[in-house]
């Protein structure tokens, strides 16, 4: 035994012949080690929790990477969608010339559609309910195919001769709130009437239901109503006066709404649009007006993507764990290893293997998890809704009726890949101690 040590320690073995980086020979070594044997159980059983842990870490940041993508892709949908990218409104003189001036906003490079809005807020209320806050917003009918989405979400009636009916469209929620159905009565109160001797009068009207819409986003469904335009101009009193043959001028608007053919280049788009006007004007776009929500939805996302990492993170240190115990359990077999031609290198490696192998499998696995949860989100939040009897995902909290997701493969692979390069590195140090065993101290103490 000590002339089989004394060899062992004298001098470092060739490597065996056709044995490079990652031989067979290495590969084979490396699977029986992960194969458990009685006495090595709990070694297995920190590696199987391991690989438990970083497949449910790589697929939980996966699934909430991907749902928060999809709600910051709905909300801006949903959110540019219905007020558009860009808002113009006037400085000191009112809005009349609104016909010419979204002529020539809409001639510029990269706008794709432009409309002059009424916008007002009335008190909405009916027989049944004593009422809630609405938003008004007088729209053209030929502008309706402008603002995106709005037409297709009717779920009841329809928006055709809106102009000539005389009548408003109302969010779904806001129908439900006050009790009303298509055909129904709407009372609009706003407190900017007629002046009297006594003092402004507020306005009160009842309006025919012509369509209910539902565009998807609580708040909106719950508070907007269309009007139009004309009528907008009359009731918010911005309706010009009659002219000799007995019809009314122009009057005035409240603002010019501007979509974009890409949302995130709004900045490149605006100084054209400025130019464009040809008037005195201030221009808010969308990155303004909600510049602290999707602040916050951004910090959130970075926040929960270092959090969650660390479940990744303390399943990476359970493979050191384990592997540490295993190097040390199989000492007498790497001192073997070493007299009989197995260089530092190919232990190094062996380990390196094993260690691997867990990371590897264990990050695969939660890719393929990660992938099946995003993808089936909504479905699955449905599923525990029915099972609990419960609304888990309330649209008045969350904006949305349904759960969002939109898995970013850009995203994914650096998921991955972060979680490979954790799982490498945390092979180096019991890969190094393996390769740093002595035979002959391993030998004589076994």
């Known amino acids: ?110 706008v794709v559609g432009a409309l002059p809005i009424i916008d007002g807020q009335a008190l909405a209320s009916s027989p049944a309910n004593r009422g809630v806050g609405a938003l008004v917003r007088g729209v053209r009918e030929a502008d309706l195919s402008v603002i995106p989405g709005l037409e297709a979400s009717v779920t009841a009636g329809s928006f055709t001769a809106f102009d000539a009916a005389e009548g408003v469209a109302v969010g779904s929620r806001l129908a439900a709130n006050l009790g009303l159905r298509l055909g129904d009565g709407i009372t609009l109160t706003t407190p900017d009437g007629d002046a009297t001797p006594f003092g402004v009068a507020p306005r009160v009207k009842t309006y025919p239901i012509i369509a209910i819409f539902e565009i998807g986003m609580a708040e909106y469904d719950s508070t907007f109503v269309f009007m139009p335009f004309a009528e907008a101009q009359i009731y918010f009193n911005m309706a010009g006066g009659f002219l000799e043959d007995g019809s009314r001028a122009p009057g005035a608007a409240s603002a010019i709404e501007i979509y974009t053919d890409d949302p995130d280049a709004v900045g490149a788009v605006r100084p054209l649009v400025e130019a464009a006007m040809d008037r005195q004007g201030f221009l808010v776009d969308w990155r303004q007006r909600n510049s602290s929500f999707f602040s916050a939805l951004a910090v959130e996302r970075n926040v929960m993507f270092f959090i969650l990492m660390l479940i990744i993170l303390v399943a990476v240190l359970n493979i050191i764990s384990g592997l540490t115990m295993l190097v040390k359990e199989k000492g007498r077999n790497i001192a073997i290893l070493r007299t009989v031609g197995a260089t530092r290198g190919s232990i190094m490696r062996i380990f390196f293997i094993t260690g691997a192998m867990i990371g590897t499998v264990g ?51 650096i998921v991955v890949a972060v979680a490979l390069i954790l799982c490498f590195l945390a092979t180096l140090y019991p890969s190094w101690r393996a390769a740093r065993v002595d035979p002959v101290e391993a030998l004589r103490y076994e």
């Open 1 to 110: 035994m000590a002339a089989v040590a004394d060899t062992g320690a004298a001098a470092t073995p060739a490597e065996p012949r056709g044995a490079g980086p990652f031989s067979r020979f290495e590969w084979m070594v490396a699977f029986r080690y992960l194969r458990a044997r009685r006495r090595e159980t709990f070694i297995s059983v920190i590696s199987v929790i391991s690989l438990i842990g970083i497949a449910l870490g790589v697929a939980t940041l996966i699934t909430v990477l991907s749902v928060m993508n999809g709600f910051r892709a709905e909300l801006i949908s949903k959110i540019l969608g219905i007020n558009g990218h860009i808002v113009v409104q006037p400085i000191d003189t009112p809005l009349n010339d609104y016909d010419a001036v979204t002529e020539r906003i809409r001639a510029v490079t990269g």
């Open 363 to 413: 990050t695969f696995i939660g890719l393929i998890l990660g992938m099946l949860l995003s993808f089936n989100a909504e479905g699955i939040r449905s599923f525990f809704a029915n099972l609990t009897g419960t609304n888990i995902f309330s649209p008045e909290y969350y904006f949305l009726s349904t759960l969002p997701s939109d898995m970013d493969p850009k995203e994914t692979i």
